[in-house]
């Protein structure tokens, strides 16, 4: 009975990873130790999506004020 929940716990990582797995070797590029990245050399678009993805639509001062009732002091 042991035996037979720890195959299936290891097939289970196995089968839970296999999308990433085989992305290694589907793609020519150097694949990221996690599997979750594909970058070249000399690529730029990586830098791109980093700064997309730290980018607001607007800048704000703060937002203490918005729930503040003064009596804090």
Known sequence: M??????RRRQSGVAENWPLAARRLLSRREVSADGRAVFGEGDER????YRDRWS??????STHGVNCTGSCS
Do not use: A, K
Not at 46 to 49: A, T, V
């Open 2 to 7: 042991e035996n037979d929940r720890e195959g």
């Open 46 to 49: 990586w830098e791109g999506f």
């Open 56 to 61: 607001h639509d607007r800048v704000v001062r």
